[in-house]
């Protein structure tokens, strides 16, 4: 009779908790909306990047990701207008879109891929490590009129160190988004006391062989 080896079951991706820089100051922007409206900004755009951005459900190019996954994400966050456009590229996204990757970039890291030319499957790694370190460095917050109305821009850098296997290499990967988002009060009773209603992105990374220590091209 053939000798079963019952396998471990693979452990759940873990996500590390972020370093988080204080709640910016900015004189005008609590002059208009209070302390604590400005910290109930800052607590929604970190939660954004530092928790939804990088959950498991969704995060790397798996092969099980559906845009429905980004309802949670969306819903009370984001004006209507954009949450739709966010859907809909999340949707070119999950269609191997490259560009709608980087659109979606700047809310949640979905479908992610190690490059847009190699669009393979990624795997988390059966022992769980998935995101090892990650923070939350140089916030600002400023006023902004957005069509004719005030609102906050609030922007930050976020850097995330990221383990995975590729076609069975280890890699790790270690990404900074420079984020920036424009933010409108929510009317009473909304989800989120915020809306986000505009965002600008610029990012770089690396990506490690662990097998050869060198970076992939």
Request: aromatic share 8%; charged share 25%; with cysteine.
């Amino acid at each position: 009779m053939a000798d079963e080896t019952t396998q471990p079951a693979p452990v759940p991706p873990t996500v590390a908790a972020a370093s988080v820089a204080p709640t910016p100051t900015d004189e005008s922007s609590v002059r208009l909306f209070g302390q604590d409206g400005v910290e109930s900004a800052y607590r929604e755009v970190v939660e954004l990047a530092t928790v939804l951005a990088l959950d498991p459900e969704w995060t790397l190019h798996d092969g099980d990701n559906e845009v429905s996954d980004l309802d949670a994400v969306l819903a009370g966050r984001y004006y209507e207008a954009q949450a739709g456009y966010i859907r809909d590229r999340a949707e070119a996204c999950d269609d191997d879109d490259a560009q709608a990757c980087f659109d979606v970039l700047a809310q949640v890291l979905f479908d992610l891929t190690v490059s847009a030319e190699d669009q393979g499957v990624l795997e988390y790694r059966p022992d769980g490590e998935f995101v090892t370190a990650q923070s939350l460095t140089d916030p600002t917050v400023t006023t902004i009129d957005i069509e004719g109305t005030d609102g906050l821009r609030i922007a930050f850098a976020h850097t995330a160190t990221m383990r995975m296997i590729s076609g069975g290499t280890p890699l790790t990967a270690t990404m900074t988004r420079h984020l920036s988002y424009d933010l409108w009060p929510a009317p009473a009773g909304n989800a989120q006391p915020w809306w986000i209603v505009n965002w600008s992105l610029d990012y770089e990374g690396e990506v490690i062989d662990e097998t050869t220590g060198e970076a992939l091209a």
